[in-house]
């Protein structure tokens, strides 16, 4: 075992250079608390397994070996295994400990710093449940006018996708407009209120997406443009599937490194 050193800012230990606690090879890490420590765990496990340093199938170290080495409370390394756990990568087996389910694309963490990951996750989770009753709602709701800009700001994401440049702003503005079209102001201040962080996530699915291929960034639009449809026939069941659907898929695109579409 390597000698140990303070974590910066948490008056704990560390292993130092030469020691990876978690691979027990080469050490990249440094626990900071300008993020919560679990989150910044997060994504210390997660650049392991992006970087291929621990591997799909291959058992994590145990709680009590990664409080030791990342000089962590039990709380905070379960609340980080938690976190990986609902967003696919780890998975618990009874008894036995946790266990690598699958490697997210490299762009994951080249688009976003890792230790960010864990909360751009959360910001998916919750717009899923704040925009599957906005799409419903638009769909009861709209009017000629909600109509025509949902359609506006669909078509100018479509225009971005096929020249395969950046669409984040097109992207929320069709979110955006959905929101309004529910004929909520109070859906529409929640969605203003986390446009920072929500413009973030969609940055880092756009970018991955167009590193993928021209079916990847087809599919984007068409899940774009199926929610649109839904509200226009006036289908509230179908616009909540299909905007759940979508926001479903772009979790599954940032966090599995196997999947194309």
């Known amino acids: 075992m390597a000698p140990t050193a303070p974590i910066e800012g948490t008056g704990t230990t560390r292993q130092t250079a ?19 420590l679990s989150d910044q765990l997060y994504g ?9 340093a621990l591997q799909q199938g291959e058992k994590l170290p145990s709680e009590n070996q990664i409080c030791s080495a990342f000089g962590v409370s039990r709380p905070v390394v ?13 998975e618990a087996r009874r008894g ?9 694309p490299q762009g994951l963490i080249d688009y976003a710093s890792a230790g960010s990951v864990s909360g751009l996750m959360r910001t998916i989770e919750a717009r899923t449940v704040l925009e599957k009753a906005t799409a419903r709602l638009a769909a009861l709701r709209a009017g000629p006018r909600d109509l025509a800009r949902i359609e506006a700001t669909l078509e100018a994401l479509e225009a971005a996708m096929r020249a395969r440049a950046p669409a984040r702003d097109a992207d929320f503005e ?8 529910s004929g909520n102001e109070v859906f529409v201040t929640m969605l203003t209120a986390i446009r920072e962080t ?23 639009a068409r899940e774009h443009r199926q929610i649109y449809e839904a509200i226009l026939a006036r289908d509230p069941d179908a616009a909540e599937l299909t905007m759940g659907y979508h926001l479903l898929q772009v979790r599954q695109r940032v966090t599995d490194n196997a999947r194309d579409m």
């Open 96 to 104: 036995v400990g946790s266990f690598v389910l699958k490697r997210p």
């Open 44 to 52: 210390q496990i997660l650049e392991q397994i992006v970087s291929g």
């Open 198 to 220: 929500m413009e973030q996530t969609i940055q880092v699915a756009q970018d991955i997406t167009r590193s993928g291929s021209q079916s990847r960034a087809d599919q984007v």
């Open 78 to 90: 379960r609340d980080a295994l938690r976190k990986l756990q609902e967003d696919g990568l780890v």
């Open 174 to 181: 069709f979110h955006l407009a959905v929101a309004v079209a």
């Open 18 to 36: 030469g020691y990876d606690p978690l691979t027990m090879e080469t050490p990249k890490l440094t626990i900071r608390k300008r993020k919560s």
